[in-house]
């Protein structure tokens, strides 16, 4: 089976700063596109940021020039550093990955647990 664990979330003023981590485990051959979504208090949950296998990003216009989204493959981890970091970008932040287990012909797409972001003087 996979995992993905989060960390790093917590509580931060407006134009500071958070970096997100997610670790995938498990019986992995490949990792696709790993992301972050991010669901709000009553609203849906949204793709922030992705990121390919060979680094193509992409980002909603909300976060561009303030997020960024990295991976370093060997170690099956996904990185989002936040900076300046705004009250709306308060949200529960999923990982996301789309992971090719070994013995199996066609990925699947898993979910981290979430970590709190919360933005607040």
């Known amino acids: 089976q996979v995992q993905l664990v989060e960390s790093g979330g917590g509580l931060v003023q407006p134009g500071g700063s958070l970096r997100l981590s997610c670790a995938a485990s498990g019986r992995i051959s490949s990792i696709n596109v790993m992301g972050w979504y991010r669901q709000a208090p009553g609203k849906q949950r949204e793709l922030v940021a992705s990121?390919?296998?060979?680094?193509?990003?992409n980002y909603i216009d909300s976060v561009k020039g303030r997020f960024t989204i990295s991976r370093d493959n060997a170690k099956n981890t996904v990185y989002l550093q936040m900076n300046s970091l705004k009250p709306e970008d308060t949200a529960v932040y999923y990982c996301?990955?789309?992971?090719?287990?070994?013995?199996?012909?066609?990925?699947?797409?898993?979910w981290g647990q979430g970590t709190q972001v919360t933005v607040s003087s």
């Open positions: 996301n990955a789309d992971v090719l287990a070994y013995g199996r012909i066609f990925s699947n797409n898993y």
């Open positions: 990121i390919t296998r060979v680094g193509t990003t």
